[in-house]
């Protein structure tokens, strides 16, 4: 069975600094991972998605992850930080043979300090 | 269509009445999805469909849930004799296919409050 564990419920930092969001997984088959972005009151958007091909994925709006198996984790990372970046950030997970179903991390709350 | 559309964006209901929620994914799209958002919470898993078919129900919390889809299209899902404890947004989303590579696309949510 597959799972995600998002590390920190919340992070906040500070306007122009590095963001850092961590995300562990775990998974029986070789899995397909994605970060999305929900912003208030709107919905959920995709921000980038590993599915086996190189390990550092990038993404929108400057966001990259690494894929890391032997550590089973996939952060997300972003060099400055920028206000619009407030956010709600979900790490997801799909794996084989689940018919595309997504198995959902329980958020981390970016805030963005001017 | 152009995006994933649901209806109604907010339905608040009186407990025990029942509630249908309305799912137009995007044309072509063959699996379908739908999760559930409590506040504060993460998206939980209720039901995907491939095509009219619905190879993995396992989320629904109770029989007073059921979904279904017509015409390889729309979907809609049904809760009977609300509860409280049903309040969250519910949200759909579908993609091309249902592999795991494949990105869902989400709609804006169905916002249910029941009093």
């Known amino acids: 069975a597959q799972s995600v564990t998002q590390l920190d419920s919340h992070v906040s930092v500070s306007e122009g600094t590095p963001v850092l969001l961590r995300c562990n997984y775990s998974?029986?088959?070789?899995?397909?991972l994605f970060w999305y972005v929900q912003h208030p009151n709107k919905g959920l958007q995709l921000l980038l998605k590993?599915?086996?091909?190189?390990?550092l994925v990038k993404g929108i709006n400057g966001f990259e992850a690494e894929f890391k198996k032997s550590e089973t984790s996939f952060h997300l990372t972003k060099p400055s930080a920028h206000m619009s970046d407030a956010a709600e950030y979900f790490c997801?997970?799909?794996?084989?043979?689940?018919?595309?179903?997504?198995?959902f991390g329980q958020g981390t709350e970016l805030s963005v300090k001017p | 269509g152009a995006g994933v559309s649901q209806s109604p964006s907010n339905k608040v209901t009186e407990k025990g009445k029942d509630v249908e929620l309305r799912c137009d994914p995007i044309?072509?799209?063959?699996?379908l999805y739908w999760y559930r958002q409590s506040l504060g919470q993460g998206l939980e898993f209720l039901i995907y469909?491939?095509?009219?078919?619905?190879?993995?129900k396992s989320g629904l919390p109770s029989d007073r849930f059921s979904a279904e889809r017509t015409g390889g299209s729309v979907s809609t899902l049904t809760i009977q004799r609300t509860q409280q404890e049903d309040s969250a947004v519910y949200l759909c989303?579908?993609?091309?296919?249902?592999?795991?590579?494949?990105?869902?696309?989400f709609g804006a949510g169905s916002r249910l409050t029941v009093l």
């Open positions: 044309s072509g799209h063959t699996a």
């Open positions: 998974s029986s088959y070789s899995p397909s």
């Open positions: 469909f491939q095509g009219n078919s619905a190879p993995d």
């Open positions: 997801v997970v799909s794996g084989e043979n689940q018919g595309g179903k997504l198995i």
């Open positions: 989303a579908s993609s091309l296919i249902g592999i795991g590579a494949n990105v869902l696309t």
């Open positions: 590993y599915t086996s091909a190189a390990t």
